[in-house]
């Protein structure tokens, strides 16, 4: 397998124009770190994207910053906490539990379409994407949106891009809205209660005046995993924003007890990054998102799972043994009576050529997706097969 590392746009469009004409299907890589998810590409080279980096503009004033895709998260992150802000969509690091040490980057974060607990109250990473420039399949440089949300007009391209995981474009550079941090931070814990009573406790906090910004629940088997009391079921609340705010809030909620700001950012941390299940690499990991009063009966139907949920109770993530179908059956049957999406994350090369990785599709959903694929990307060389076995 040839590598491609084109150092700028132009290269990269030529790039592609070979693997056109050629018919040479291509693997993008930005950082590596998430490589292991999806279904496997029957790509005979890869295009290596790691030269498309750095911090192109960034105005605190404004509110945004440009980057080409390539720029590892951790270099964006450092530039906005210099100045009191931050991506507020909180996007997530897996390559712990992906048992890779590859850095993020925030071309792969958006194509992913990756939030951390924040999402309940912040969106996801295509709600703070402003615009973009990247090639398609066709080899032809294209660009959407702008640098700020006016400059939104048309067809939203941000919105398609974003989840597409590199099936339909090779992104050059992004614009992406950033928020201040939050002056303090508290949880509220709420200790004891199973997954059926956590939920109703994460609705009322969500639907409070309180300005929650995150919702979780562990059983007490993972709570150790992520800082709190072993053995002790925990139902974890954030509040952000002044201090003095931050306080009453927190109060007004009540709790067993509350985590101060540096407790708060450790544990939420781990939860963003699925701690809980980086250890035993041989386990099975299941990303699901689902209505939130839901995510109680979905781990009562798979009692064998090792599971938190966040989100509050809208996202579940499940930790199962070794089989060779992944229980994907078993999981996507016990997701179909409440709706929603079972994502495998993590399981060996073998068993994700054979099952499907994402969620099927609706036949009407699935056409749509082919055609969209045609119009980007006719000759299938970008990414093929990753998502969906003709896609």
């Excluded at 400059?151 to 809205?177: F, M, P, Q, R």
């Excluded at 450790?266 to 209505?291: C, H, N, Q, T």
């Excluded at 070794?322 to 060996?348: E, K, M, W």
């Excluded at 609706?362 to 990414?383: E, G, Q, Y």
């Amino acid at each position: 397998m040839a590598e491609l590392a084109p150092e700028n746009a132009d290269e990269l469009r030529e790039a592609i124009l070979w693997a056109v004409r050629e018919a040479a299907p291509l693997e993008l890589v930005g950082g590596g770190s998430k490589r292991a998810i999806g279904r496997p590409m029957a790509a005979t080279h890869q295009l290596r994207l790691h030269k498309l980096s750095g911090i192109r503009l960034y105005e605190p004033e404004e509110l945004v910053l440009t980057a080409a895709a390539a720029t590892p998260l951790g270099e964006i992150e450092a530039a906005l906490a210099e100045r009191g802000q931050r991506l507020a969509f909180e996007p997530p690091d897996l390559s712990a539990l992906l048992g890779t040490e590859a850095a993020a980057t925030l071309g792969g974060v958006v194509v992913a379409n990756l939030a951390g607990p924040r999402r309940i109250a912040a969106g996801a990473a295509r709600d703070h994407l402003l615009g973009f420039s990247g090639v398609n399949g066709r080899g032809e440089a294209f660009k959407s949106g702008g640098r700020v949300v006016k400059n939104v007009t048309g067809y939203d391209l941000s919105k398609l891009v974003a989840g597409s995981w590199g099936t339909l474009a090779a992104l050059v550079e992004l614009s992406v809205k950033v928020l201040p941090r939050a002056e303090t931070a508290a949880t509220v814990v709420i200790e004891g209660e199973d997954a059926e009573a956590a939920v109703v406790s994460m609705g009322a906090a969500l639907t409070s005046p309180h300005e929650v910004s995150g919702a979780a629940w562990l059983p007490g088997s993972l709570a150790a995993s992520v800082g709190l009391a072993p053995g002790v079921p925990a139902t974890l609340l954030r509040i952000e924003g002044p201090a003095p705010s931050v306080a009453f809030r927190a109060a007004a909620l009540g709790g067993t007890r509350r985590l101060d700001a540096a407790a708060t950012e450790s544990v939420w941390r781990a939860v963003r990054d699925v701690r809980p299940f980086v250890g035993d690499r041989e386990r099975i990991v299941w990303k699901i998102s689902l209505p939130p009063a839901s995510g109680a009966a979905l781990l009562a139907a798979l009692p064998e799972a090792s599971a938190f949920l966040d989100w509050g109770g809208g996202l579940a993530w499940l930790a199962l043994p070794s089989a060779p179908d992944a229980h994907a059956a078993r999981v996507r049957a016990a997701l179909a009576p409440v709706g929603g999406h079972a994502t495998l994350i993590r399981a060996d090369v073998q068993i994700r050529a054979e099952i499907p990785v994402f969620q099927p599709a609706p036949p009407a959903h699935a056409a749509l997706s082919a055609r969209v694929k045609d119009a980007f990307d006719p000759r299938r060389v970008l990414n093929p097969g990753r998502m969906y076995a003709d896609v």
